[in-house]
């Protein structure tokens, strides 16, 4: 029995001794650089990866010419000629492994112009899989970092191609795999770093004198990070999903009631009966409102009476909007999805022809609310490399152009990203996490669900990506788009009709209670302190002691900044 036990032991140090043998690397860029950085991970498992041997491990493909140049400066890199279109780069034959995560970074420049390069995989099964995207210009280089899922092993192609005839020029490219659980062991110990602190708190006598053994209990009153869901206005007429809804989140958007065509779907008649309802419900729960939306900037949501509009009578419609809307919630709302969806959509620019209105709305909205948080949110940055239109480097460049516009330099910006997901790219999601954080604004996922189209694996995604969410160190709040209706839910639904949980509810709850998880007690040593490992949030703490003629109950709010302290608890007795 004892052989067994040691032999155990050592099969789990072993284990978590490989689960940290290559910690994952947040390293990204947005700039276009004269030259590449060094490969990630030394390039992982692909061979010659910043091509100072040569081709030596890679293929050219029939039809391409290729070959290895250099710089002025003596780095060299791979360039590809190709006859035909999509443009083909050198590519090299990977062997992948079953249940692996692969993350990807490359440098990649094109001979003129830019082109949109995507990152293939052809996987051991036959499948296409395109792993990210990046707009490659001519001159510089440009970083793709992305990835994808391995769920067999074999032999796989890796390469990269571009829309229209231009020359890929490659260099520094990784590929490293990860097992599923070393990754989700970073995940794990990159969420303790950023939403835990090694909190010391003193606790001292009315006389000054520090308290040993003085015995601490520790409440967590409301969690730091913000999680959210959707909200309808049936929680106005049904406490049962009232209860339900305000013991689980400390955030809420409104589905569609504060949108433009919930509030006016007539013209010149305005009702905003029912979103008052909802921000009052929300207030005496403390359940801080996102607002959603100011406009919506896609053909297929705009209401009846504004399609025929002339450009100056939608002018002053959106104005009227405007004002009424963001006045009317300026102050009670913590954000606004200024111009939703305006990667995807147009509506607005084509139809005034001004190009930069998005940008200019932005600045009107700022103007009336100084205390919001101001969103660009959209979908298909994070869901899906697929999604050429709302690419991590076009998302990036929308959002320069709104901050740069004159008069924007100031405001209160952020990154949406709605996160609609059918089978999640984890490693895909990882990297543009990491890519859209070189902006230095905050980042929360903002609607997020999964397809019921995944079946039996809905609850492991929604898992899965609610943990990507919360692990990564940019992202700074999530919002599920799970609202409830007698209807049916949008896309994913928590809940049945009597507000049992349904099991994609019993995963969101399980992160709760994990996510709230502190030591509940503590017992301070002989210089009155006690050193607590605890989430970010707001704490009681209930000090008793033989010399105290009573409990005594203080309040403190822990977060980033908290470790860098010693917090007292001075006893008034």
């Known amino acids: 029995m004892g052989k067994s036990l040691t032999f155990l032991l050592c099969i789990s140090l072993f284990e978590g001794w490989m689960v940290m043998s290559v910690p994952y690397d947040h390293t990204a860029s947005i700039e276009c650089l004269s030259s590449p950085m060094n490969s990630l991970y030394k390039g992982g498992i692909i061979q010659n990866s910043e091509f ?91 970083m793709l970092k992305g990835g994808m899922t391995a769920y067999s092993s074999g032999q796989a192609e890796f390469f990269f191609e571009a829309d229209g005839v231009v020359d890929i020029l490659v260099d520094s490219v990784s590929l490293q795999p990860f097992s599923f659980a070393e990754w989700k062991n970073h995940s794990r110990l990159s969420a303790d770093k950023a939403r835990k602190s090694t909190v010391k708190v003193l606790a001292r006598g009315a006389d000054g004198v520090p308290l040993a053994k003085a015995n601490v209990r520790i409440e967590l009153l409301r969690p730091g990070f913000p999680l959210g869901n959707a909200m309808t206005k049936e929680i106005l007429d049904i406490p049962a999903y009232e209860k339900w809804f305000t013991s689980r989140f400390t955030v809420a958007s409104f589905e569609n009631e504060m949108k433009w065509y919930y509030t006016e779907w007539k013209r010149d008649h305005e009702d905003y009966t029912v979103p008052d309802a909802m921000l009052r419900l929300a207030q005496k729960h403390n359940i801080k ?83 919001a948080t101001l969103f660009m949110n959209e979908f298909s940055t994070l869901e899906w490399a697929g999604d050429m239109t709302a690419m991590s480097s076009k998302y990036v460049r929308k959002m320069e152009e709104i901050r740069s516009y004159p008069g924007n330099a100031g405001l209160k910006l952020a990154v949406g990203l709605e996160s609609h997901f059918s089978t999640p790219n984890i490693p895909y999601v990882r990297a543009t996490l990491d890519m859209l954080a070189q902006l230095k604004l905050p980042i929360w996922l903002t609607e997020l669900d999964v397809s019921p189209k995944t079946g039996p694996y809905q609850v492991e995604y929604l898992e899965d990506v609610l943990r990507e ?49 502190h030591p509940e007690a503590a017992t301070t040593d002989a210089n009155g302190v006690a050193e607590l490992d605890l989430v970010h949030g707001d704490y009681s703490f209930t000090v008793t002691h033989p010399s105290l003629h009573s409990p005594t109950v203080h309040t403190l709010t822990v977060d980033a900044s908290s470790s860098a302290l010693e917090h007292a608890l001075d006893i008034q007795d």
């Not at 050219?60 to 060299?76: C, L, T, Y």
């Not at 209401?303 to 104005?319: E, T």
Request: charged share 15%.
């Open 52 to 142: 100072n041997s040569g081709l030596m491990g890679w293929l050219v493909p029939v039809g391409v010419q290729a070959g290895v140049s250099s710089s002025p400066s003596g780095n060299k890199y791979a360039s590809a000629v190709s006859k035909g279109q999509p443009s083909r780069s050198v590519y090299q034959k990977i062997q992948m492994q079953t249940n692996t995560h692969y993350a990807l970074s490359a440098w990649l420049q094109v001979s003129s112009g830019t082109a949109e390069v995507k990152a293939m995989f052809q996987a051991p099964n036959g499948a296409y899989i395109i792993g990210g995207t990046t707009v490659a210009k001519s001159g510089c280089w440009s």
């Open 289 to 371: 409102v996102r607002g959603h939306n100011v406009f919506w900037d896609t053909n297929n949501t705009q209401m009846a009476w504004v399609n025929p509009l002339s450009p100056d009578q939608l002018r002053a419609a959106m104005q009227k909007r405007l004002n009424s809307v963001v006045t009317r919630y300026a102050g009670k709302v913590i954000a606004w999805d200024v111009m939703n969806e305006n990667l995807h959509g147009e509506f607005y620019e084509t139809r005034l022809g001004t190009p930069n209105v998005s940008a200019q709305i932005y600045q009107q909205v700022a103007q009336i609310d100084r205390t």
């Open 469 to 517: 969410g919360y692990g990564h160190p940019n992202v700074e709040g999530i919002v599920m788009w799970a609202a409830w209706h007698k209807h049916g839910c949008y896309v994913m639904c928590l809940t049945d009709k009597d507000f049992n949980n349904l099991p994609a509810g019993n995963i969101v709850d399980k992160l709760i209670a994990e996510w709230k998880t």
